[in-house]
Structures are given as structure tokens and as C-alpha cells.
């Protein structure tokens, strides 16, 4: 028996084979889980079939997170095929790339309304949805945040602000599920090379001063982020949510 067996769970935001979120379907169907993957637009889909193939994934849903319609069409094709939802995961962020370097007041009005409603709304969202299809079964949520939603970082940016808002709407989902038994948590993961992190204009500054300052004196993996979700949508968890775990080599304790 795995950690998951029998249980369901969809995860939004696999956008290769390096993507933090294909690491966490890769463990989750390790341990028993049934999977459905999303993904946003055909180039990603190119993408997303194959590997979801490769570990005997049936449902692969086109999902673009900032349409409602989308997200309520995903979550009726899940109610359709599994009748109810386990676990529901979110590794989903973007923000203009012109905005990920230089200076956080080039920010456009535009900009940030876009970084906000794909990094932080989009769980709200998607929540909404799966609320429902939780009931009764001790459902688990899980957001992907960054340790520049609480500090700066060179580049981080607009991202760092919709993070900020992200593990904010962390706790009051939290709070607003709870009564229905519906735990919602994150993971602040440190640097990783992913498709995301290649838009930050500062990545390999911050990645190599992590690798130097952190307590373990490396840089995490995929499967270290893959781990700490396992733990945290399992029954292993029951008692915990509304908070954001690090999983960062213990960068975020160091002052200087």
C-alpha cells in the first residue's frame, strides 16, 4: 500500500520533464495515487501527453488557468470521471518577462494585474471548484511559492509580490475550507532549474549564493519538492494547513 493509494488528484502546472510538478506526479502515482495533468495551450500539450503517458496518465485536461470557463470545465470532467477529489496541486505562476529584470518599478498596471491573476488567483480559482468535490473525503491542496514573496531578491520582482499574495490566500483558504476538512498548504521551494526560473534575470546569482549560504550548502532538487508533498497531501498531515514549508537547503533561516 502506498502513501496515496486510492486516493485522486490532479496537478496543474507540468510544463516538462523538469517542471517542480511533474516531480510531485512522479511520486504521487509512486505511491498509489490516480492522476489527472493540465496543461495551458498546444505547445505545452506537445509536451505534457507524453509524459503523462509514460506513467499511465488517462486524463490530460486543457486548462488556461486565467478562464473561468477553463477551470470549471476541468473540474466537471474530473467530477465526471472520479465523482470526487483527494488532492488538488498548484505549480502554476507567470509574470511578462521584461518585467523580471531590472528595476520593480518598470512593473506595468498590466503587468501586475497578469502576474497576480495567473500566480495567485488562479488558486482561488481552482479551490472554488474543487471544494465541492472534496467534501467528505479530507481533501488536500497544495500551492508551489518562492522565498521572494517574503524577502527581495534580485529580478524577483512583480513574481515576488503575487507570491506574497499567493501564500497569503494560502491561509485564508485555509481557513475558509478547514470546516469542510479541506487542508490548504504550500511549499516555498528553493532555486531550481525549471522553465520558470529561466525567466528571472537574476536566477544563477541567486541559485549559486543559496548553494554557499544555506546550512545543507547545496541547492535542492526536484524530489526534495516531491517529498515534502508527499508528506503534505497525505493522511501523514492531517493536522496540518494554512502554512508554507520550506524546502530550501534551510536558506530561509540564515540572517548573514
Known amino acids: 500500500m502506498g502513501l496515496l493509494t486510492g486516493k485522486k488528484a490532479v496537478i496543474f502546472g507540468v510544463a516538462n520533464e523538469k517542471s517542480i510538478a511533474w516531480a510531485i506526479a512522479q511520486a504521487f502515482r509512486r505511491e498509489g495515487a490516480e492522476l489527472a495533468l493540465t496543461y495551458a495551450g498546444e505547445v505545452l500539450e506537445k509536451r505534457v501527453t507524453p509524459l503523462a503517458e509514460s506513467i499511465g496518465v488517462k486524463l490530460v485536461l486543457p486548462c488556461d488557468v486565467s478562464k473561468d470557463e477553463d477551470l470549471k470545465a476541468v473540474f466537471a470532467e474530473l467530477k465526471k470521471a472520479w465523482g470526487g477529489l483527494d488532492i488538488l496541486v498548484h505549480s502554476v505562476a507567470f509574470a511578462n518577462r521584461e518585467e523580471l529584470k531590472g528595476s520593480f518599478l518598470n512593473t506595468s498596471r498590466e503587468g501586475f494585474a497578469l502576474a497576480m491573476d495567473i500566480s495567485a488567483y488562479s488558486l482561488i480559482g481552482m479551490v472554488k471548484e474543487a471544494a465541492p468535490l472534496m467534501m467528505g473525503r479530507e481533501g488536500s491542496v497544495l500551492a508551489m511559492t518562492y522565498y521572494g514573496g517574503q524577502k527581495v531578491f534580485p529580478s524577483y520582482n512583480v513574481m515576488g509580490v503575487a507570491k506574497a499574495a499567493l501564500e497569503m490566500?494560502?491561509?485564508?483558504?485555509?481557513?475558509?475550507?478547514?470546516?469542510?476538512?479541506?487542508?490548504?498548504?504550500?511549499?516555498?521551494?528553493g532555486p531550481l532549474k525549471t522553465l520558470a526560473a529561466a525567466g528571472v534575470g537574476g536566477f544563477n546569482q541567486i541559485a549559486g549564493h543559496v548553494a554557499e549560504k544555506a546550512p545543507l550548502r547545496r541547492n535542492i532538487t526536484q524530489e526534495d519538492v516531491a517529498g515534502s508533498a508527499l508528506y503534505l497531501c497525505s493522511n501523514l498531515a492531517r493536522g496540518v494547513t494554512g502554512?508554507?514549508?520550506?524546502?530550501?537547503?534551510?536558506?530561509?533561516?540564515?540572517g548573514l
Open 169 to 189: 490566500s494560502v491561509r485564508y483558504l485555509a481557513e475558509a475550507v478547514g470546516p469542510d476538512g479541506i487542508r490548504v498548504n504550500a511549499i516555498s521551494a
Open 243 to 254: 502554512e508554507t514549508h520550506f524546502v530550501d537547503s534551510g536558506y530561509n533561516i540564515i
